[in-house]
């Protein structure tokens, strides 16, 4: 080999190295070795931050055209909301990048945690199957995650990060409310009781798999009194909230409270956050005033009543009508709330106090984590 095509081989060498290197500590690394506290998302169309837009799946379950984003990013995410999620405000009270969907490619810096959160996703492989990512795939995809964090910065950092980050659900809405949209044999083959309990053990599972990864920190709200959205309102006929969906997330959220219970009972250091989401919303329903808010039947965005045809944005081809002011409605679309409810529910989620939220609110479970650290 000649000198000169031997420094050439060595540039190309250079070359490769330093793109190696971009790589590994831009894309391949979800996280700065920083030492904040990680935020990792699970769940459905409340949280996916646009997991769904890399998906095969149908317009249903997404919400990347226009006017979805119209107001704080001034251009569609994937997220179903005029602005912000829930998750971009707990990040931002965290002191925390906005975290990017896990299935987002091409290079992004994953600072600070993943949300694999994809809309329509259930606690149950059956709910909208084929569409979305159930909540046991997107705990396998939190366990490819791990491994890659293990391999990109050593066994000691990746257990400091997991162990100390917070974990949020949203799941469940959609194992109740698809049961009214499709016919689900699951759903009609048990007895409510069961069912629920399907649901519940299918969240408790996810949640051990992420203790058995070291995971410590979990918040899981109650469902929302999803049979008050637009498009069951529309459902129901009369405009009254959908008593029978309704009592079916009555169900859940006492289930829910006991299995969070038991977990903390029998796991060491488990410590969670729960909202009573279910009584957040409604009071808000019951004295919009008192929040800033004037409707509460309506969407912001859809057509037929309540405009609670799922035609946000023309999807299906559809005319819809979309309001002036969305911080004025609880509801943006048929389902889903604006930013200004999201950031009402994100505040309460943070430092909301024990009548609404507890054991822990979300900011005192980042504390106990920097606590702990310290020790
Ligand atoms: C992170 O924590 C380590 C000790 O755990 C400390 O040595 C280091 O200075 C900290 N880095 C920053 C940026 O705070
Ligand atoms: C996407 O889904 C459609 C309909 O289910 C299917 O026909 C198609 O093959 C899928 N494409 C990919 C790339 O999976
Ligand atoms: C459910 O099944 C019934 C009876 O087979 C049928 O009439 C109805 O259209 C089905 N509904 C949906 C949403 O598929
Ligand atoms: C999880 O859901 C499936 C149905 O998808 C059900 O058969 C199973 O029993 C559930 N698991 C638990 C632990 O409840």
Not at 142 to 153: C, D, G, P, R, Y
Not at 293 to 319: D, H, I, L, N, Q
């Amino acid at each position: 080999m000649s000198h000169r095509n031997m420094s050439v081989s060595i540039h190309v060498l250079t070359i490769l190295v330093a793109l190696f290197i971009a790589r590994a500590s831009c894309r391949a690394l979800p996280w700065h070795p920083e030492n904040r506290t990680a935020l990792f998302i699970f769940g459905d169309s409340l949280f996916d931050s646009g997991n769904s837009n890399f998906l095969n799946t149908t317009s249903e379950f997404r919400a990347n055209f226009y006017p979805y984003g119209e107001t704080f990013f001034k251009h569609p995410t994937g997220r179903f909301s005029d602005g912000r999620l829930i998750p971009d405000f707990i990040a931002e009270y965290a002191g925390l990048p906005l975290i990017p969907p896990y299935l987002q490619p091409g290079k992004y810096e994953f600072t600070g945690g993943a949300n694999f959160a994809t809309s329509g996703a259930g606690a149950l492989a059956e709910t909208y199957s084929g569409f979305v990512v159930d909540l046991k795939s997107q705990l396998r995809l939190f366990e490819k995650m791990e491994k890659q964090l293990k391999k990109n910065f050593g066994d000691e950092l990746a257990a400091k990060t997991i162990s100390e980050a917070v974990y949020l659900f949203s799941i469940g809405s959609g194992d109740y409310s698809s049961t009214f949209f499709t016919n689900s044999t699951l759903f009609q083959s048990h007895s409510h009781e069961e069912y629920v309990a399907m649901v519940i053990g299918n969240i408790t599972s996810v949640i051990s798999g992420i203790y058995s990864k070291g995971g410590r920190k979990f918040g899981v709200n109650s469902l929302g009194p999803i049979g008050c959205s637009p498009i069951m309102r529309a459902l129901e006929g009369t405009g009254a909230c959908l008593e029978e969906l309704n009592e079916l997330v009555k169900l859940h959220n006492g289930a829910l409270a006991k299995a969070l219970q038991k977990l903390g009972a029998k796991l060491d250091g488990f410590k969670y956050s729960r909202l009573d989401f279910f009584s957040v919303v409604m009071e808000l329903i019951d004295n919009p005033s008192k929040y800033g808010f004037k409707e509460v039947k309506e969407a912001c965005c859809g057509s037929g009543p309540y405009r609670g045809r799922t035609s946000c944005g023309g999807r299906r081809g559809e005319e819809y009508k979309l309001c002036p002011n969305p911080s004025d409605y609880i509801y943006f679309d048929s389902g889903h709330p604006p930013e200004k409810a999201n950031q009402y529910y994100a505040e309460l989620m943070w430092s909301g106090s024990t009548n609404v939220i507890g054991p822990y609110n979300l900011e005192e479970l980042f504390k106990l984590i920097h606590r702990q650290t310290k020790n």
